[in-house]
């Protein structure tokens, strides 16, 4: 996950505390952070890139794939006209 996206939560979530806790803001961000990075962390997430990376590998594959099932049936077509 994207580090500051962590922080800035965290810090959001914090700011969410009543006034007079305060006080344990910075211990509250803390362990606000380590909570948020352990849980998203198990998730098994990977970031949008990652998932366009993938997802062009992905289109390749199935043109290539598309273009082998052409060729196959042509050549299913010819060794059936040779028989």
């Known amino acids: 996950m994207d580090r500051k996206f962590i922080e800035d ?10 006034p007079g806790v305060r006080a344990l803001q910075t211990d509250m961000e803390r362990n606000f952070r380590a909570l948020l990075e352990s ?3 198990r998730m098994n997430l990977v970031t949008r890139e990652e998932f366009d990376v993938q997802s062009r590998v992905l289109e390749r594959t199935r043109e ?5 099932e052409v060729r196959l049936a042509e050549l299913e077509a010819r060794r059936s006209g040779q028989h």
């Open 9 to 18: 939560l965290a810090r959001r979530l914090s700011e969410t505390v009543p």
């Open 39 to 41: 849980g998203l962390g």
């Open 64 to 68: 290539k794939l598309e273009a082998l």
